[in-house]
């Protein structure tokens, strides 16, 4: 399914680059004249690097570009010092060179015969010699040829006839499972690295006599795909993995010391529709929800056009596609996949801003929303998404997109979070956040065995009657009295997991202690202890619950939090400061 969707956006994309062509970075242009003599080097930055080239790439084997390549292959040169691999290199630039030659036959061009000369006179002797040749030779970008003929400036790696001439012995032909048209396969895929994966990393690609060979096939003719649809989805896939895209989201992990990048995701995605301009907006507000860089109200109010607004031009053949991309043992693993309609996308994600919302923060409106990335960090040891288990990312993301419940290991790994930190007010952190409580809330309105709970609501429910809510509210308010009298938030850190698990071996105690502290609050004594009677009467008449279970102990998190926000809500207001 991947690869026929990555096919169909070649096909769609009005910018798509030519069968047998790629885009790709030249550093520097070797510039020479009509008789092949060297005049200089030049440099190449900026957008005037990226051209379009003839597709190739290397192999295990000598493998020379046409027209262009690294310094080694290009101008003769490595940095090895030992002879096997000085001589190894050495034969890679006479390829090169030879295949120079052979173009030149093919198409009697003067200026690629212009290249064939200044091999041929020695000019590269000059190259070595020039000024920039320090610089060039330490790089590890890519040589063409400029060459100057009268007032005619031409980059022999672009002239078209390049590729319009090209023809490939040992041709074998077959059934093509991507576009099932019969045609010329390809044996060995195309190079598509993404961030974390190596050089040669590839999409589609079987290792010879590794045990992949079946029928006596081998390497890509074990599942039959044209060249022609090979480049075409590999063109698409380059596309939208390019640095900077707006077709990617990428999560990178590890450092220069440790190289293992398996959890690396590169989140890939693209939107299908007749309207260009949906289209664009349905892919920045997915990113914008893998991770926000816009206001969550102009993003969710394009997903609230499609799913609400019928005069969009939105049909039912308007599709998005989304994967989660791996690297493998050099390799790229699709470790999630999702193709959906735009009407279902919008409404599965309206859901999710929606079950994330929480406290008075009108989905967003003030405060950005909190994406992919956040939410793991919010779950993660030190906030280092690193350290979440290896799955995660695109668990949550499937629920996000897909609208089904959120991972169990997302929620478990919130509760211990919150269990195991503690507030520190120099460091500005604390345990009880705005992420991790939408969190719970999330995943509890959504969990299939709420066993009847009563929906959360984003704000203070004073209907709720949970006996873990009720145990939060109480909490929250017991912490707040002692910070008004105290000016400090001691039985948060000291009380707060053992309230959260066992209510009763904590809640006399510390009911004890916040009587002690009411004495002191004066003209608010009878606001709290009003709250505090409001609560109690609603707890079960056999009194504290002995232990809460898992999901209530994310209740009793999200009831301290709406009697929280209720207290800075209300703050000032006259039923908190009169009797």
């Known amino acids: 399914m ?4 990555l096919y169909d956006f070649y096909q769609r994309d009005k910018d798509s680059v030519p069968e047998g062509w790629m885009k790709c970075d030249l550093s520097y242009l070797i510039v020479i004249d009509g008789n092949g003599l060297f005049q200089r080097i030049r440099c190449l930055d900026g957008e ?14 000598i493998t020379p570009q046409l027209m262009w390549d690294n310094v080694m292959y290009a101008l003769d040169y490595t940095n090895e010092e030992q002879e096997e691999k000085k001589s190894k290199a050495h034969e890679k630039h006479l390829a090169f060179v030879g295949r120079c030659e052979e173009t030149a036959k093919r198409l009697n061009n003067p200026y690629i015969n ?20 320090g610089e060039l030779k330490k790089s590890k970008g890519n040589v063409s040829f400029q060459v100057n003929i009268g007032e005619e400036n031409i980059n022999v790696a672009t002239i078209p006839e390049l590729v319009q001439s090209r023809t490939d012995n ?31 990393a590839k999409l589609v690609s079987f290792q010879k006599d590794s045990g992949f060979d079946s029928y006596g096939k081998e390497q890509g003719y074990n599942a039959p795909i044209s060249k022609k649809a090979e480049f075409a989805f590999s063109s698409a896939f380059k596309k939208l993995t390019e640095k900077n895209s707006k077709h990617n989201v990428v999560f990178v992990f590890g450092n220069k010391k440790n190289r293992d990048f398996s959890k690396n995701r590169t989140y890939v995605f693209w939107a299908s529709a007749n309207d260009s301009e949906i289209a664009a907006a349905i892919e920045e507000g997915v990113s914008s929800v893998i991770n ?15 799913w609400i607004d019928q005069n969009l031009h939105v049909n039912r053949k308007d599709r998005f596609y989304i994967a989660g991309l791996a690297g493998v043992s050099g390799r790229i693993a699709v470790v999630y996949w999702n193709e959906c309609g735009l009407e279902e996308l919008s409404k599965n994600i309206l859901n999710h801003y929606s079950d994330m919302l929480i406290g008075n923060d009108e989905l967003g409106y003030s405060k950005p929303y909190r994406g992919l990335y956040q939410i793991l960090a919010a779950v993660a040891v030190d906030g280092n998404i690193e350290n979440c288990p290896q799955n995660m990312s695109e668990a949550t993301l499937r629920s996000i997109l897909e609208g ?12 211990r979070r919150l269990l195991s930190e503690i507030d520190n007010k120099d460091k500005r952190r604390w345990k009880v956040t705005k992420t991790r409580i939408s969190i719970l809330k999330a995943f509890l309105n959504r969990n299939i065995n709420n066993n009847n709970n009563k929906k959360i609501e984003a704000m203070l429910d004073k209907d709720n009657t949970n006996s873990g809510y009720l145990c939060g509210r109480l909490f929250a308010v017991i912490d707040r009295i002692q910070e008004i009298v105290n000016k400090q938030n001691t039985i948060r850190n000291r009380y707060m997991n053992a309230a959260s698990s066992t209510p009763v071996t904590v809640f006399p105690t510390i009911l004890n202690l916040s009587n002690h502290h009411a004495e002191k609050l004066e003209v608010r004594k009878k606001f709290f202890d009003d709250l505090k009677g409001e609560i109690l009467s609603k707890i079960e008449s056999e009194g504290f619950p002995t232990q809460l279970d898992l999901q209530d102990q994310g209740r009793f998190f999200i009831g301290f939090y709406h009697q929280r926000q209720e207290f800075i ?9 009169t009797n």
Not at 48 to 61: L, M, Q, Y
Not at 114 to 133: M, Q
Not at 175 to 198: Q, Y
């Open 404 to 415: 089904g419940p959120y991972p169990e290991a997302l929620y478990q790994a919130c509760i």
């Open 569 to 577: 809500t209300n703050k000032g207001n006259k039923i908190e400061t």
């Open 48 to 61: 005037e690097k990226t051209k379009i080239v003839p597709a190739g790439d290397h192999s295990n084997s």
């Open 2 to 5: 991947i690869l026929k969707a």
């Open 170 to 200: 040992n041709v074998a032909f077959g059934r093509c499972l991507v576009t099932g048209e019969v045609g010329e396969l390809v044996r060995i895929g195309t190079k598509t690295p993404i961030t974390g994966c190596k050089n040669s």
């Open 114 to 133: 212009a290249v064939v000369s200044f091999y041929k006179r020695g000019e590269l002797s000059k190259v070595y010699e020039h000024e920039l040749w």
């Open 292 to 306: 926000p860089k816009r206001r969550v109200d102009l993003v969710r109010n394009v997903f609230k056009g499609i």
